[in-house]
């Protein structure tokens, strides 16, 4: 508790009488954007494995929360013992198998514990009712973590393939469907098959045991990579990558993935 004590004291100077206009006219909606920016940095910092960065976005996010937590703090609404205390008593509720006398013998029995201890917990608030696998997935988030959610929580309810080939099936399926909304010049159609291939991709990536996102992440720095090398002789040369020609275009990439994959 205490090592946050600092960063709460700045905060509160920020939005104090004598503080900063920008931090006092903050609200936890605007802020939360904020936070949502901080998070894919320190993905990025993760997904890089930089230690330093690592740090420091890891800083920059719990920042953000406790801004937001001091936020409703100065509402009256809750403060930070009200927030460690609720999740320090459901992480043990969660997990009686550490902290009390239940026997789990695998990943799946741990998984469907988890799953019905929430179930359970739903039902004591009173928000259990006509519930569906999928009401746990926020709205809000971002389309590709929304997907791999919807697809985790269909596939905890008991909807899923037999194989990784059958998952790969329908990808190429939905990639001829959209090909056939394209050749009848279907717009909206195209758009819908559109996000079915990228659905069926991301079920490719859950099935296979990665995250999507990292592999898109590494994907696109892969693709910077071998652009700014592609611009770098570009711009020795001399050339302007508009005017040239396909060929010249494809010869030059050709080189810069060459030079960029070494």
């Known amino acids: 508790m205490e090592t946050v004590t600092p960063l709460l004291e700045i905060i509160r100077r920020l939005r104090g009488e004598n503080g900063c206009e920008w931090d006092r006219k903050q609200t936890s ?6 936070l949502a920016e901080e998070m894919y940095e320190l993905e990025e910092a993760i ?3 930089d230690t330093d960065d690592i740090i420091e976005e890891m800083g920059d996010v719990l920042f953000q929360i406790l801004f937001i937590l001091e936020i409703y703090g100065e509402a009256g609404r809750f403060n930070l013992s009200h927030v460690v205390e609720r999740v320090a008593e459901k992480m043990i509720r969660r997990h009686p198998h550490v902290y009390d006398t239940a026997e789990i ?11 019905e201890i929430k179930a359970r917990e739903k039902a004591d608030a009173g928000k259990d009712g006509d519930v569906s696998a999928l009401d746990n997935v926020p709205s809000g988030m971002p389309g590709l973590l929304r997907a791999l959610k919807v697809s985790k929580a269909a596939v905890k309810a008991g909807f899923e393939w037999e194989s990784l080939d059958q998952v ?6 939905e990639i001829a469907e959209f090909e056939a909304a394209r050749a009848n010049g279907d717009e ?3 758009i819908l098959e559109f996000g079915d291939i990228l659905f069926s991709l991301v079920n490719v990536a859950r099935f296979a045991g990665f995250h999507p996102e990292t592999a898109l992440y590494r994907s696109t720095a892969k693709f910077e990579g071998r652009f700014r090398t ?8 001399r050339l302007d990558l508009k005017k040239m020609a396909p060929e010249e275009k494809e010869a030059y990439w050709q080189q810069a993935k060459t030079a960029y994959d070494k």
Not at 105 to 115: G, I, P, V
Not at 168 to 173: N, P, Q, R
Request: charged share 35%; aromatic share 6%.
């Open 47 to 49: 997904v890089n494995d």
């Open 230 to 237: 592609m611009e770098a002789a570009l711009r020795e040369g």
């Open 29 to 34: 909606l605007s802020m939360w954007k904020c």
């Open 188 to 190: 909206d159609g195209s």
């Open 168 to 173: 790969l099936d329908t990808a190429k399926s």
């Open 105 to 115: 013998d695998s990943e799946d029995a741990l998984n469907r514990q988890w799953e």
